[in-house]
C-alpha cells in the first residue's frame, strides 16, 4: 500500500522541485564546480583537458517522459550559463527543442533501448534468444541512429541507454548493442554513458529517484566538497508532476506489463 500511494504522490501530487534543482547549479557553482554536458567532458578527458581532474558536475537527462518539464530544466540551466547532456528516447523526440540545446551548446542526443523494444515486439522471454537476434537489433539501433541524426542535422557522439522493466526480466541491458566496436565505428559514437572509460573518470554517480528516496547513493548537495567529479543523473518526472504525461505513461506501461 506504502508502495502505491508514494507512487501517486510522485505522480501526481508532489510540488515542483524545479526550484531544488536551481539551488544546487547554484550551490555547485559557488563551490568552483565547471557544469558541463557529457560530451565536453568525453572531450575533455580524450584532449587532457585540465578539466578532467578540475571540480566537475557532468550533468545528465535522460527524457523518458515529459518534454514540458525537459524544456524547464534546459531554461533554469540557461539563466546560469552551464551545460548539459539530454537523452530522448524515440517515444520523446523533440527536434525544435534538440536543436535549441545544440545551439545553446549542451548535448541533445539519443535514449536507446532496440534490446528492449525487440524482445517485446517479439514475445522473446529468453536472453539466449535475445543474443542470437543482437545482429537484427543492432541493424534497427543503426537505422533509428541514422534517422536521428538525419532529421536533426547534427552528429551524435555519445549516446545513453535506457533501462525497461523488460531488460530487468531479461536481464539484459540495452548496452548490450553497444558491445560491438564495428557498430559504434559506423555510427560515429565516442562514448555510451556506461562505458568504463567514462565512469572510472567519475568518482562520484548520482541517480534521481522517485518519493520518497529522491536520490541514490546520497544528495547530490552532500556531495558537494566531498566529490571532485560528479555525474548527476536527472529525469524530468523527478522533478514536477505532470498528470497527462504520467497517466499516459502508466497506463502504457501496464498495458505492456500485461501483454509481454
Not at 539519443?110 to 534490446?115: A, K, V
Request: hydrophobic residues 35%.
Amino acid at each position: 500500500m506504502n508502495t502505491v500511494m508514494n507512487r501517486l504522490y510522485a505522480d501526481y501530487v508532489m510540488p515542483s522541485r524545479l526550484p531544488l534543482y536551481e539551488d544546487f547549479i547554484r550551490a555547485a557553482g559557488n563551490a568552483g564546480y565547471a557544469q558541463i554536458s557529457v560530451r565536453q567532458y568525453v572531450h575533455a578527458l580524450r584532449e587532457q583537458d585540465p578539466r578532467r581532474q578540475q571540480k566537475v558536475i557532468v550533468h545528465r537527462h535522460d527524457i523518458d517522459t515529459d518534454l514540458r518539464t525537459a524544456r524547464k530544466l534546459f531554461e533554469i540551466e540557461k539563466e546560469y550559463g552551464i551545460k548539459a547532456s539530454y537523452y530522448f528516447r524515440l517515444s520523446t523526440l523533440d527536434f525544435a527543442l534538440m536543436n535549441e540545446i545544440e545551439e545553446y551548446g549542451s548535448e541533445a542526443s539519443y535514449h536507446y533501448e532496440e534490446l528492449a523494444t525487440f524482445a517485446k515486439k517479439h514475445d522473446i522471454k529468453d536472453p539466449a534468444v535475445i543474443h542470437a537476434r543482437l545482429g537484427d537489433i543492432r541493424d534497427d539501433f543503426a537505422r533509428n541512429f541514422d534517422l536521428i541524426e538525419d532529421r536533426l542535422g547534427r552528429k551524435l557522439t555519445t549516446v545513453a541507454s535506457h533501462g525497461d522493466f523488460a531488460n530487468r526480466r531479461l536481464e539484459l541491458s540495452n548496452t548490450e548493442i553497444l558491445k560491438d566496436r564495428a557498430l559504434r565505428e559506423r555510427c560515429g559514437i565516442e562514448c555510451e554513458t556506461y562505458d568504463r572509460s567514462l565512469l572510472d573518470n567519475i568518482d562520484m554517480y548520482i541517480s534521481d529517484r522517485p518519493f520518497p528516496q529522491y536520490y541514490r547513493p546520497l544528495s547530490p548537495f552532500d556531495a558537494l566538497g566531498q566529490y571532485a567529479r560528479i555525474c548527476f543523473l536527472t529525469h524530468p518526472r523527478q522533478w514536477e508532476t505532470n498528470w497527462i504525461e504520467n497517466t499516459r505513461d502508466n497506463l502504457f506501461r501496464l498495458y505492456e506489463g500485461v501483454t509481454w
